[in-house]
């Protein structure tokens, strides 16, 4: 679930869970069969689920640390983490490189040593520390708040390439599966840099999250994509939920599998909608980058509802239709959280016609980091006019010449009681390094859904 999932995929090319306390999963019957119908938890029994994305790139763009969560008091109104992102090679494998960029990268996951001031417990990372970087950062988080679930997401807008290959066979799909076993649930990291090592990072991760942008699509990069995605994903997701089960009864705990969801009609028709879900514990819909600056137009990125003048360039688009085309298609609602953007989408020379809203610009915004795209940090600093759309849950700020749309507090309280009102599970974040030092929008979550 990347910030950068693009709706140009949804428009031009083809139209991130784990759970705190997840539904128990049934014996899978066979590979192609479903998981046995598990008890199911009421919303009395169980709190909200508060999903943030911690993306390992955070470190050198924006100097956002692990340490930054409690710092900020964003710990204390998650459940649960996601470390985002492994990315399959080639062969469909999960692997571990000292690659810098987006990719897998051993140094920021568990190589560099942290000093004592930037340390989640104000300890320094000695040389022989076999689990350093973030992976080690989130080890000592965990130890801190033993309640909070830790899960490893693979893939993304920019890491999805290779899925469809680990996906394509049974022999493949097994060996997708232990591969990423081993790493990351058996914590057995390649070693480098003086760390790593068998069961280097055992017991850190709770579990594994899918970010499969998108099956039967070519994505971000041309991702390899074939038309039985569609089926090969079911069988990948009955292969996983396998052999967690499996090692789960090994070391006596259960592991949870989830996945981020598209809301793009055209990809939401790649999914086997009624027969994934049987597999994970919950999905989490992307609520986010309905319009941006890949369109001439400016648009709401995140809106609840239809909007009554969308032009529709490329498209209407909102939550409440994604997510309706989700429960019509057989996904239960209470194995559903909501997708909420700490970013906002923006454009420059825009003309003040209708407050800005629906209006031609001349290009994208200039962002701190990608053209088009800011931090909610920043815009809730920037200058400017902040306007509403009530009816269909919207909000942007214009200064008469640069128009963004971005979730603000005020919108995600009006989403929580959306989450309560649907009776879905919860509210999931991309990405808690856009979120300011005083982490209002996980806050005005938490308090919300409590």
Not at 282 to 302: A, K
Request: aromatic share 10%; hydrophobic share 35%.
């Amino acid at each position: 679930m990347s910030r950068t999932a693009y709706w140009t995929a949804a428009a031009v090319l083809s139209g991130v869970l784990v759970a705190a306390l997840p539904f128990a999963a049934g014996v899978i019957k066979e590979e192609t069969g479903a998981a046995d119908p598990a008890p199911r938890e009421t919303a009395a029994q169980r709190e909200y689920d508060r999903i943030g994305y911690f993306p390992r790139w955070a470190a050198y763009q924006r100097e956002f640390h692990v340490k930054n969560l409690v710092t900020s008091g964003a710990v204390g109104n998650l459940t649960t983490i996601q470390y985002a992102f492994a990315e399959p090679d080639p062969k469909g494998r999960c692997s571990v490189t000292s690659k810098g960029g987006s990719g897998p990268s051993a140094h920021d996951d568990y190589v560099r040593a942290y000093k004592a001031e930037d340390s989640v417990d104000g300890v320094a990372d000695e040389a022989d520390d076999a689990l350093r970087g973030h992976f080690g950062q989130l080890r000592r988080l965990k130890e801190r708040y033993p309640d909070l679930k830790i899960n490893l997401a693979m893939g993304g807008w920019t890491g999805s390439k290779y899925f469809s290959n680990g996906a394509l066979t049974a022999a493949s799909r097994k060996a997708m599966v232990e591969s990423c076993l081993d790493l990351f649930i058996r914590g057995n990291l390649p070693e480098t840099g003086g760390a790593g090592g068998e069961g280097a990072a055992a017991g850190l991760f709770d579990g594994i999250d899918i970010d499969w942008e998108w099956p039967g699509s070519p994505g971000y990069n041309d991702n390899v994509h074939r038309p039985e995605d569609k089926r090969n994903l079911t069988l990948l997701l009955a292969e996983f939920r396998r052999q967690l089960d499996a090692q789960g009864e090994k070391d006596g705990r259960r592991y949870g599998l989830s996945m981020f969801l598209p809301a793009a009609p055209s990809d939401i028709k790649n999914l086997e909608v009624a027969k994934i879900h049987e597999y994970l514990d919950y999905g989490s819909l992307q609520g986010y980058d309905l319009h941006g600056q890949w369109e001439e137009r400016t648009g709401h990125q995140s809106n609840l509802y239809d909007a009554a003048d969308d032009p529709g360039t490329p498209g209407k688009f909102s939550v409440d239709a994604s997510l309706s085309d989700y429960l019509d298609a057989g996904w239960p609602a209470a194995k559903m959280n909501l997708g909420i953007p700490m970013y906002g989408r923006g454009w420059k020379g825009v003309p003040g016609r209708n407050k800005g809203l629906w209006q031609a610009g001349t290009g994208p915004a200039k962002g701190a980091h990608e053209e088009g795209l800011e931090d909610y940090k920043v815009l809730a600093r920037r200058e400017g006019t902040v306007h509403r759309d009530e009816e269909a849950g919207a909000v942007w700020k214009y200064d008469g010449d640069t128009w963004w749309s971005y979730d603000d507090p005020e919108l995600v309280r009006t989403k929580a009681a959306y989450i309560k009102k649907r009776k879905l599970r919860g509210g999931m974040f991309w990405s808690l390094d856009g979120d300011d030092d005083k982490a209002s929008l996980s806050a005005a979550l938490f308090k919300a859904l409590s």
